[in-house]
Structure formats: structure tokens, C-alpha cells
């Protein structure tokens, strides 16, 4: 019975949703809390530097809140100068940069005028509210833009102009000298520059707001930038820190400040304004990442627009609750008194530091006390602006609420500005949300059309590994109907399937040898019988169909290649099955990627430029259209036994889609099967994807995108120097190894190499099965460990031309890649010593004898690997793997032992034990479905000697094997008629413990040479005709499908014949080229085992000398008790290298697990945005193993 891997559709669970809304809502809440600490701690800063606030030192005060306002321009300048330094970028023109600095020098002067020399002179409420006077220009560029088309979506900005022009008239009257009493009269300058300095903040925004302007000089200028923001960002941020810097080192002689005051700030001082500006620069820093992260969540409603808006009123009833509850510590009356609590508050002396700071709030009202009590119209007017300019930022950015964001948006496209400003948090969050335009319908089509290609190689898989390709393509089918052209999701694909050597010639029979197809194709025409009745069955039920009896029709046509079968799909979509015949086309997996990829790259991307040259008039826009279906156009590479959701691929469409710069993603890899090596390679897989797959996705690029299930971009391979040079026919040693070892790998370092990126998802997961037995396992690292270390170095070699071309590698990414790669060559010798260190602790030898006995061991096997056969080397491998496992495990007690004889775990092992079983469980549980895989880290520990020690060395002694080494069956062998018989004389057969002897003793038989010799003659005479049986053979066996036939496309037939003549010609056997090939195989082989081995020689001779000399050269640190404190009398010695060693190794480790971090918001950010928008089940979910059990293979 087939069994499936997944056998039910994937279906969002009401979990998952209510786990999506609940993450939306904490981040949501997030964006509140964190608005509301920036903004608080920002206006106590301010109150804090007003000449009658407790805080003495006024020089310290107002040189801290210029540095606030810093912040965002120290990061924003920090990022630009990584990506200047890391990369390629271009210089805007000197009158563009002149004219882009002039204005953010306007910007940041505004700023440090309004923050540090107007707001100390108001009160915190009116503080809190005046910040939302930047809208006033925004919403005037707004309404300017849309006057041509007189929209009704004008309204909204101009009601938001109105509100904040009211709230500035209202601020000008609630100030104004005449109404109150001589003690206000000096308020008159700063309100006049407070207004002043907000009209100069709004120019802040202008790129967003002039995007529907269609002067061509401002079109210009925004192109402009949108190329070179690194250099700009670099210039304008340095600007802003040096007019603030002038600003406020001004502003303090002005004020008849000493500079020299700021060396003796008092301890009170220091903590609380130490303590608020690092409440302000974290929060708000972690307030614009939490912003950016729901607007990619799709959730800018709830958790971005909402907490943006909501955060002033809920600032200021903070601030009416902190009041209450100083009226009632202080106001001693019955009602509440501003006056009396004013005169409380000037004779209190409180000593706590918070409750001082939280008395900042009522003492700031007290010193607008004469505005608030010598009118009774002050404090109506001060609500009345409030209100005006909170509706003001309501109606100023009410576009945001319409916003319709793209999964996985990029964050250049939500915001038009890198950052934030410090001290307009929420308002620079909704004016920096970028103004969308409204794309032409026709160009929106154009760039939304996808169309995929899945494309599966086949040889000798089994019916189980059969069926889960072919049902992840039936469910494809159902997931995507190919009638259903509406949701942003839409996409049309054809499924390929490429099946190697699928024929073969029978036995003579009269003269004459038919060719027939092999039990493998069979195989797959009868899995595909049975899922096609399972789906078309499913589809009947689910439309309350009459079942249909009728047989259904396909078709089978003969290629110059071998064959072809064309399915129809139940729900509509097509399914190519191509028969290569080996004798007609050259055979393997990287020729038939390169027959596919010239066939739908090729071929049918030409007849799709033949179509559109009829469409457009001139070439330009052929070419054009021609272009961007290029960029359209994907292949999804699998392999026979894949088994995925449609979920998986749109994932990974995602990327493609949204980043015209990734030229290939891969997923979540995860192997299947039963068995310890099964275990084994499920843990492996993990922690590969977990480190270092999301380490190159976030440093670099992803160096290898499996070909088991990655996506690749057609624009990307028919890049130059890519498919072109992936055609290349291995002519030398490294050849072999370098392109039809590991294609997948080679592929994508052409393209990296190419300047296209290659990235991970790690929430698209694909299932396939990995090696059972330990044989096979060994054959297949033995193909991958030569050729990763090929690839790695060709991409090291070639790493300053790629990183000039390759924006996402840099000098430092390349810097990691020699590292790891250092520290893979050298996982022999650190087994060794690591073995040789539990030699040492167990039986309590001498250091050099227990490294010497661990060398013994590895260096026989070498010995071995070159004499004997690959099998035995492999018998012998398993059995040294089960010695060094209980050894390993001998290994690890002994580390525990050594932590707890030496009375304490923090020494270098015991250090880098403890923090490797912290690691691998803090990265389980941060991947919470995959998290069971962490118990086969037990099993992966124990066989760290077998999978870093004795397979390096069996992958590189047999460097010069280059046959597939799995899913191999034994050829046929004809029988050589000149060969002399032989008789069996004598057989005897025993059986001794569990080894099966035979004895066979044979005698040739004797015949007459020249009657030999005649029969001979006969039969070379006689010439055998080939009559081809294999579609109807096929047509026998098709029971449910009738295989009708048909005949190839005229045209099509001569881009075959080219295609094969040009790339695909079988290789005619010339076995004087294979000895040469052989003997340089042999010879690379012989240099890169003795620069592997002489490497990982030298870093155990060197560990032994410096053993020998003893402890004069060892680092010597004070051992430290399990209390925290340093032994007086004992020390710990570390050799230096192993401790350097240790110290790389951890740092990468360390850089891995970060790195993880940042991967793993990504994908969240991704899934949940996904979750929100997928495309809804059309039917009812199917269930397949029900079926399953009515339809036995």
C-alpha cells in the first residue's frame, strides 16, 4: 500500500490562525509600549533640562538629549558605511547631493531648535501634542499633487492641514502675553521659533509626498536617489550630527551654560539622565523594528496604524494618572488645586529618584501655571490644541490604513527613509510609510504572471518514491486549478518528469531485438494510473459528480530523444513524462537538467518571443515584454522521490517574485526513512539548516541549493557564463569531481559567481528519502565531501571578482566561508585529539602516548582505503564507527569527569560542552515542530569520529571513484561468445557461525579451434535488426488510460536533433581516454589526499611538540570556582592552539546561532504573512490514505 509522507492536504488549522492573530496582537502591543517609553523618556529628558527643574547640571542634561536625537543618525550612517564598504554603490550627482543635504540640514536644524532650545520652555502636555505639528507640510503636499485630478481622496489630507493649522493657531493664542501675566512674556520668541522649526521638520518627508508629482527635474531627483542611497545616506547623516553638534554647543553659551560643568555631574544626575536616554535610544530603535516586522505581517491596521495613533492620548492619561496620584500625595485639599500642589511640590524633598523623576510631570504644568489659572479659557485652548493636532495626524497619514503591502515586502519599499526620528517616534513611523501609487492595470498583469516549470529527474526509484512525486503534483493541480486567474497567488505551471535510460533491448529472438521500456517506467505508468482514478475520483465526490467509467484519453509520441507521454491532469494542467533513451541522448542527472533547461528556456521561451514580436511594433518593447518573462519564468528542480505542499513552492515564489536579484531559493530539506542512519542524517539536516544554511542566507548567500527541490529563476540561468558554461563536458580530473560530483553545487556557484543571489526559506518544507543503509550513505557523502570542498574552493579562489560583482558577498562573508572551510579540512586531526583527550582522562595516560594511539587507528585505515576495494573499506569503516561510538561516549563522561574532578565546569572543554548542549536545545526549541529531532543528537555525538574522521577519508582516497554509488543496479553482461566454457567439477557449501562458504572448483572444456572459429564467422555475419515495441507494450499495459498516439511538432523535431548534436551526443566509449582519465583522476587524487592529510599532520604534530615542551608556553588562567570566585591557589593550563581552536570554533558557532535568530523572525514574519493572505481551499480537504487503502500497488 502506498504510503505517503504527508497524506493528508495541508489545511490552516484554527491553532495556527488564532496563533497568527494572537503574534500580531504582542507585536502590536509592542509598537504601543515602545512608542509610549520613547516618547515618555523623551519629554522627561526635555522637562529635565528646564532652568527649574532638580536637575542641576543643565550642560549635561542638554548635551544627553542631543545625543537622543543623534542616535538614529549614528545608525543610519553606520548601515550606509557597511554597505559602502561591503559593496557596490553609486554616487548621486554633486547638485542632487548638494540640493538632498541643504534640506536635511534644514531638517535637523528644525529639530535641535524645537527639542533643545523651544520645548524645555513649555509644559510636557503641550509638549506631547505640538510634536504632531510636522503633518502640517506633508498634508499640504498631499492636497498640492491631487489638485490636478480633483480626487475625493484629497479630502482626507486637507481636513488633516486644517486640524494641524488650527492646532498652531491655538498654540500661538494659548501663549499669547497679552492674555496672562508678565511671568510669560519671554515665552513669545520660542513659540514664534517653535512654529518656525516644526515647518522646517516637515520638509523631512518631502520625497514620500512628492511622489505623484510629475515634473520631470523631480522625477529625476527621485530616481536618483533610489540608486544611490548608500552615498547619500553617508553625506546627509553626517550632516545632521554636525548641525545638531553646532546647535547645541551654541545653545549652551548662550544659555551662559559652562561646558566645563559636564565633568562634575552628580551621581543623581547622572543615573536618571543616563538611565532616560537609554530608555529612549532603545526603545525607539526596537519600536521602528517591531513597526517594520507587522507591516510585513500584513497586519498594519492592528499592530501599526492603531498603536501609532492610540500612543499620544494613552502618553498623556499616563501622565493625568501620575498627576492624580501627586495631588494625592501632595495637594492636601479636598479638590483638585494646580496651585496649592504647586507650592506642595516646591517644599517637598524627596530623596527617591524615580518618584523625583515622575514629579517632573505635575512640576512642568506648575511652571505653565499662569497660563492654566489666569484664564479660564488657557486650559480650554491647550485641549482644544490637543485635539486639533492629534486629528491632524489622523487624517494626515489616514493613507496608511489603506495600504496594500506585498508578502515579504522589502523594507525600502514599505518606508521611504533607512530610520526613524527620535523625537517624532509615531510620526515619523506613518509619514515615512511610503505614499503607494496606483499601477496600470495592464503593467501590474505583466508583472504579477508566473509561470513554473517542475522538473523532476527520474532513474530507478521505487514505486513508494514514485507515488510522492506524483501526488505533490496531483495536489499541485488541485491547489491550483487552471481556471483560477484572480488571487495575487496565481500562477500557471507544467510538470515535467525526465526519466534516464528508461529503455532497453531484449534478448534475440530470430535475428531480431526489441526495444522495450524497463520495469521502472512501467512502474511509474501504473502509480500514475491509480493517483490519476484517487484525484479524479476526489474531484467527482466533491462536485456531486455522476462517476465517470470512460476511459480517459492521453497521448504517447516518439522524440528523437526516446519518448514522450502528455498527461492531463484532473483539474486541468498538463504533465510531461519524457523517456531518454541512452543510446539516442546522453544520460545522467546534470545532462537532463541541461536537456530541460535548453527545452523550456530555449525552446519554449522562443516560441513565447515569436508570439509577442506579432504583439508590439517595434523591437524595443518585444524585448521588453521579452525580459520580463524571463524574470517570470521559473523551474522547480526535483528529484524522483520529492515529496512537498503547494504552500512549499509559493514560498518560495515569494522570493523570486518579490526580489529580482535572487536567481535560486531552496527549503527545509527534511530525510526520510526508518533506521539509525536515517536518524543520523535527520539530525545532521537540521542543524545544517538550523546554522549554517540561515548564517550564509543572512551573511552571504546560500552556497548550495539542493537539487532535490529549489527553485531557479529562468532570467538567472540564461544568464551568461551559466547554463552555457553548466553544458561543459568534463574533460579533466577536477572536472569530474568539481561538475558531475555535486551539479547542484556547481550550478550555484556559477551563479553566485554570476551576481545573482541565492537564498533560504526555511518554512518551505520538502520531504525526501535519504540512505537507509550505512553503504549507501557512504557512497553518497562520498560524492558531496569532494565536491563541496571543490565548489567552496572555486568560489574562494574567484572571491574578489565575486564580491565586485555579487552584491550580498562581501570581503567579510568571504572571510567566514576560509574559516569554516579551515575548520571541515581540519575535522580529522580535532577528532583525533579529542579521542586522545579521553584516551588520556580514562586510562590516565601520558598525553603524547594517548595522542599517538589515536593516530594509529586513522592512519591504518588511510593505509587500508588505498589497497583494498571500496566495499571492504566500508565494512571496515562500520565496524571502527561502532568502536569509536563507545569510545565517544567514554569521551563525554570524560569531560563530565574532568568537570567535576576539577571542581568546576568552567574550564575550556567543560565551557565549550555545556555551551554546545545549550545551543543545539535554545535552537531546537526556537524550531518547536522540528524540536523531537534533538534526541537524535545523542546518536549524531557518538558518530561524530565516523562522520568527520574515517568519511573525510574514505570521500578523499576515493576522490577518483566517480560513479554514482546510489540507486545502482548491476548491468546485464552479454555473454562473450570467444570465452571458454567452463564445466563444474566440484562444489561444497558450509555454513561456519554467520559466514556462508562456497567452494566451486571449474574445468575449462575443451573444443575444436577451428569449429569455434567458424561459428564465430556465422554470427558476425549476421546483423540484428531493432523493432520498436515500446509504445504499444506501454498501450498493454495502461488498463484505466488510453495512450493515443501522436506525432511531434515539425518544428520541434529539428531544435532536438540541433540540441543533441550541439550538447547531448552519447559520449562514445574511447577507452584510451578513460585510462587517461582515470590515471588523472587517480593523480588528483593522490595531491588533494596528501595536502588533506599533511594539513591535519602538521596540526597533531604540533599539539605533540607543544605537549612535549610542556607547560613554559601554555596559557595559564586562575581556575574558577562553581561560586563564581577565582582559586588562589590553582590554575588551569590551555595549550594555545587547541585553546585557539576552540575560541574559532565557538566564534562561529556563535555567529551561526545569531544569525539564527535573525533567520528565524524573518521566516515567522513571512509564515504569518502568508497565513494571512494564501489562496483558500476551492474544495473540501481529500482524504487520501482513506483511498489509499482501496487502491493497492
Not at 497524506?7 to 512608542?35: A, N, R
Not at 512654529?195 to 516637515?202: H, K, Q, T, Y
Not at 501609532?308 to 492620548?313: D, E, F, G, R
Not at 485641549?383 to 495600504?403: D, H, M, N
Amino acid at each position: 500500500m502506498l504510503k505517503m509522507v504527508n497524506d493528508e492536504e495541508e489545511v490552516t488549522g484554527k491553532f495556527v490562525l488564532l496563533l497568527q492573530y494572537v503574534i500580531c496582537f504582542i507585536f502590536g502591543v509592542c509598537v504601543l509600549g515602545l512608542i509610549f517609553l520613547s516618547k515618555a523618556s523623551l519629554l522627561l529628558l526635555i522637562s529635565a533640562s528646564n532652568s527649574e527643574s532638580p536637575f542641576e547640571n543643565k550642560p549635561f542634561t542638554h548635551l544627553v538629549l542631543a545625543c537622543a536625537l543623534v542616535v538614529p543618525n549614528v545608525l543610519a550612517l553606520a548601515k550606509a558605511l557597511w554597505k559602502v564598504s561591503f559593496g557596490s554603490s553609486d554616487a548621486p550627482s554633486l547638485n542632487i547631493l548638494g540640493m538632498v543635504c541643504l534640506i536635511e540640514a534644514v531638517v535637523a536644524f528644525g529639530t535641535s531648535i524645537l527639542v533643545l532650545v523651544c520645548m524645555p520652555h513649555f509644559d510636557i502636555v503641550t509638549n506631547l501634542y505640538i510634536l504632531n505639528g510636522v503633518c502640517l507640510l506633508p498634508a499640504l503636499l498631499q492636497v498640492v499633487f491631487q489638485l490636478k485630478p480633483l480626487k475625493s481622496s484629497m479630502l482626507l489630507p486637507l481636513v488633516g492641514f486644517g486640524f494641524v493649522f488650527m492646532g498652531l493657531l491655538l498654540f500661538i493664542l494659548a501663549h499669547n502675553p497679552q492674555q496672562h501675566s508678565e511671568e510669560v512674556k519671554h515665552i513669545k520668541p520660542y513659540v514664534a521659533l517653535a512654529i518656525v522649526a516644526l515647518i522646517f521638520i516637515s520638509f523631512n518627508w518631502w520625497e514620500n509626498f512628492t511622489s505623484y508629482c510629475k515634473f520631470g527635474i523631480m522625477e529625476n531627483i527621485r530616481e536618483n536617489l533610489q540608486c544611490t542611497r548608500n552615498i547619500t545616506y553617508v553625506c546627509t547623516s553626517t550632516v545632521r550630527i554636525l548641525v545638531i553638534g553646532t546647535v547645541v554647543a551654541a545653545w549652551i553659551p548662550v544659555k551662559e551654560y559652562k561646558w566645563e560643568d559636564v565633568k562634575t555631574v552628580s551621581q543623581f544626575d547622572l543615573k536618571i539622565i543616563l538611565c532616560l536616554f537609554g530608555i529612549q535610544g532603545i526603545s525607539s530603535a526596537l519600536c521602528h523594528w517591531f513597526g517594520v516586522l507587522v507591516c510585513k505581517m500584513h497586519a498594519v491596521r492592528r499592530s501599526f496604524a492603531v498603536p501609532s495613533v492610540l500612543a499620544t492620548p494613552i502618553v498623556f492619561f499616563a501622565f493625568l494618572i501620575v498627576l492624580y496620584d501627586s495631588f494625592n500625595k501632595y495637594g492636601k485639599a479636598d479638590s483638585f488645586n494646580l496651585t496649592a500642589l504647586c507650592h506642595n511640590l516646591k517644599t517637598s524633598n524627596d530623596s527617591d529618584s524615580v518618584q523625583i523623576l515622575l514629579l517632573e510631570i505635575p512640576r512642568s504644568l506648575c511652571r505653565a501655571e499662569a497660563i492654566l489659572i489666569s484664564n479660564k479659557v488657557g486650559l480650554a485652548l491647550l485641549g482644544s490644541l490637543a485635539v486639533c493636532f492629534w486629528l491632524g495626524l489622523i487624517f494626515s497619514t489616514f493613507y496608511v490604513w489603506g495600504q496594500h503591502i506585498q508578502r515579504i515586502e522589502r523594507t525600502s519599499q514599505l518606508f521611504v527613509r533607512r530610520l526613524y526620528e527620535a523625537a517624532f517616534m509615531e510620526q515619523s513611523m506613518l509619514l515615512n510609510t511610503r505614499v503607494q501609487k496606483k499601477k496600470e492595470k495592464k503593467d501590474k498583469r505583466k508583472s504579477d504572471h508566473v509561470m513554473i516549470y517542475l522538473c523532476a529527474t527520474m532513474w530507478h526509484e521505487t514505486v513508494d518514491e514514485m507515488a510522492k512525486i506524483l501526488t505533490s503534483i496531483f495536489r499541485l493541480d488541485k491547489y491550483k486549478p487552471n481556471s483560477s486567474k484572480s488571487h495575487k497567488d496565481n500562477f500557471e505551471f507544467e510538470a515535467h518528469i525526465y526519466f534516464d535510460d528508461a529503455f532497453h533491448l531484449t534478448n534475440p529472438n530470430d535475428n531480431v531485438q526489441k526495444r522495450v521500456l524497463n520495469q521502472y517506467v512501467k512502474n511509474l505508468v501504473c502509480i500514475m494510473e491509480d493517483i490519476y482514478r484517487i484525484f479524479s475520483h476526489e474531484k467527482q465526490s466533491l462536485k456531486d459528480e455522476q462517476e465517470d467509467d470512460d476511459i480517459v484519453k492521453q497521448t504517447i509520441m516518439e522524440t528523437p530523444y526516446g519518448g514522450r507521454i502528455t498527461y492531463t491532469l484532473p483539474y486541468g494542467n498538463i504533465l510531461y513524462v519524457h523517456l531518454k533513451d541512452k543510446q539516442k541522448i546522453r544520460h545522467k542527472k546534470r545532462w537532463s537538467q541541461i536537456m530541460y533547461m535548453y527545452y523550456l528556456l530555449g525552446w519554449k521561451l522562443n516560441k513565447k518571443y515569436m508570439t509577442l514580436s506579432g504583439k508590439f511594433e517595434d523591437e524595443i518593447s518585444t524585448t521588453n515584454a521579452l525580459k520580463t518573462e524571463k524574470e517570470n519564468t521559473y523551474i522547480l528542480a526535483l528529484d524522483g522521490d520529492t515529496d512537498f505542499q503547494p504552500s512549499a513552492l509559493i514560498l518560495l515564489v515569494d522570493r523570486l517574485r518579490r526580489y529580482p536579484d535572487v536567481g535560486a531559493a531552496c527549503g527545509r530539506i527534511h530525510p526520510t526513512g526508518t533506521g539509525p542512519m536515517v536518524w543520523y542524517q535527520k539530525f545532521e539536516y537540521a542543524v545544517g539548516h538550523w546554522l549554517q544554511k540561515t548564517a550564509e542566507h543572512v551573511l552571504g548567500c546560500v552556497l548550495c541549493s539542493p537539487g532535490c527541490f529549489s527553485l531557479y529563476r529562468a532570467a538567472a540561468l540564461m544568464d551568461d557564463n551559466v547554463v552555457k558554461k553548466y553544458t561543459t563536458k568534463a574533460t579533466a580530473g577536477q572536472h569530474f569531481v568539481q561538475y558531475d560530483q555535486g551539479e547542484d553545487r556547481w550550478l550555484c556557484t556559477l551563479l553566485l559567481q554570476q551576481g545573482w543571489r541565492v537564498e533560504y526559506n526555511a518554512a518551505s518544507d520538502a520531504y525526501t528519502n535519504a540512505p537507509q543503509e550505512f553503504k549507501e550513505f557512504y557512497n553518497q557523502r562520498r560524492r558531496w565531501v569532494p565536491s563541496t570542498l571543490a565548489n567552496t574552493i572555486d568560489l574562494l579562489n574567484s572571491g574578489a571578482q565575486t564580491s565586485k560583482r555579487n552584491h550580498s558577498i562581501s570581503k567579510l562573508y568571504i572571510l567566514y566561508q576560509i574559516v569554516g572551510t579551515a575548520a571541515s579540512i581540519l575535522g580529522p586531526a580535532t577528532v583525533v585529539l579529542m579521542i586522545a583527550g579521553a584516551f588520556t582522562f580514562v586510562f590516565n595516560w601520558n598525553g603524547n602516548v594517548a595522542l599517538a594511539l589515536g593516530v594509529v587507528p586513522p592512519a591504518i585505515y588511510i593505509l587500508i582505503c588505498y589497497k583494498v576495494k571500496s566495499d571492504t573499506q566500508i565494512i571496515i569503516a562500520a565496524v571502527m564507527s561502532i568502536f569509536y561510538a563507545f569510545l565517544m561516549i567514554a569521551t563525554i563522561m570524560s569531560i563530565i569527569g574532568e568537570m567535576l574532578k576539577e571542581n568546576t565546569f568552567i574550564t575550556p572543554t567543560g565551557l565549550f560542552f555545556i555551551s554546545m548542549m545549550i545551543l543545539y536545545f535554545s535552537t531546537a526549541m526556537l524550531h518547536p515542530q522540528e524540536f523531537p529531532l534533538v534526541f537524535y543528537g545523542l546518536l549524531y555525538i557518538i558518530c561524530i569520529p565516523s562522520g568527520y574522521l574515517l568519511l573525510p577519508i574514505y570521500s578523499m582516497v576515493n576522490m577518483n571513484n566517480v560513479s554514482w554509488g546510489t540507486r545502482e543496479t548491476v548491468t546485464p553482461k552479454i555473454q562473450d561468445k570467444n570465452k571458454t566454457k567452463q564445466v563444474l567439477r566440484y562444489e561444497k557449501k558450509c555454513k561456519c557461525i554467520c559466514w556462508d562458504i562456497e567452494f566451486l572448483v571449474k574445468e575449462d572444456k575443451k573444443e575444436l579451434i577451428h569449429h569455434a572459429d567458424s561459428i564465430i564467422e556465422e554470427e558476425e555475419i549476421i546483423e540484428l535488426s531493432i523493432e520498436d515495441k515500446w509504445i504499444s507494450n506501454l498501450q498493454e499495459q495502461s488498463f484505466h488510460m488510453m495512450l493515443v498516439v501522436e506525432e511531434l511538432d515539425e518544428e520541434e523535431i529539428p531544435f532536438w536533433n540541433d540540441l543533441i548534436e550541439l550538447y547531448l551526443k552519447p559520449i562514445e566509449e574511447d577507452k584510451a581516454k578513460q585510462a587517461e582519465i582515470a590515471k588523472e583522476l587517480k593523480s588528483l587524487r593522490n595531491k588533494a589526499t596528501f595536502l588533506f592529510f599533511i594539513i591535519n599532520t602538521l596540526w597533531i604534530v604540533s599539539t605533540f611538540f607543544l605537549q612535549a615542551i610542556g607547560s613554559e608556553i601554555h596559557i595559564k588562567i586562575p581556575k574558577i570556582l562553581p561560586n563564581g570566585t577565582f582559586s588562589k591557589s590553582e590554575i588551569l593550563t590551555i595549550e594555545p592552539l587547541s585553546f585557539m581552536f576552540l575560541l574559532s570554533f565557538a566564534g562561529l558557532l556563535g555567529i551561526q546561532f545569531l544569525t539564527m535568530l535573525y533567520h528565524r523572525i524573518t521566516t515567522l514574519t513571512h509564515f504569518i504573512a502568508y497565513k494571512g493572505t494564501e489562496i483558500k481551499p476551492q474544495q473540501k480537504v481529500g482524504k487520501y490514505h482513506q483511498m489509499y487503502k482501496d487502491h493497492e500497488v
